[in-house]
């Protein structure tokens, strides 16, 4: 990821392999390197909405990678209720760097 672009998190969720699934809660934590330490991006979890037209669940906000270098570390959690079976959950995790946008050519001088 080129630093300073804004980025809005994603997830896409199919069943069978090809389905769209749109009937999941979804929530998303991130957080961003800062140094040493890690900063959250959001003010505790986000709730992702699902986008009919693009067939994921997105988030409202967006992350601003302006001023940051290193990792950033997506955590998504998707739950749903399935009658006779209960709460179904599963989480998925990601992580992108986040450095300079080079371009380099040779040149003799």
């Given at each position: 990821v080129v630093q300073g672009v804004k980025l809005k998190p994603l997830l896409s969720v199919s069943t069978f392999g090809s389905l769209p699934?749109?009937?999941?809660?979804?929530?998303?934590?991130?957080?961003?390197?800062r140094g040493d330490?890690?900063?959250?991006?959001?003010?505790?979890?986000?709730?992702?909405?699902?986008?009919?037209?693009?067939?994921?669940?997105t988030s409202q906000e967006t992350i601003d990678t302006s001023g940051?270098?290193?990792?950033?570390?997506l955590e998504f959690a998707a739950?749903?209720?399935?009658?006779?079976?209960?709460e179904i959950y599963f989480d998925v995790d990601d992580s992108k760097k986040i450095g300079y946008g080079m371009?380099?050519?040779?040149?003799?001088?």
């Open positions: 699934h749109s009937g999941l809660q979804v929530t998303l934590s991130a957080k961003q390197q330490d890690w900063v959250s991006v959001f003010p505790g979890v986000v709730t992702l909405v699902w986008d009919a037209e693009r067939k994921v669940y940051a270098l290193g990792e950033l570390k739950a749903c209720f399935v009658a006779g079976l209960g371009r380099i050519e040779a040149k003799v001088v």
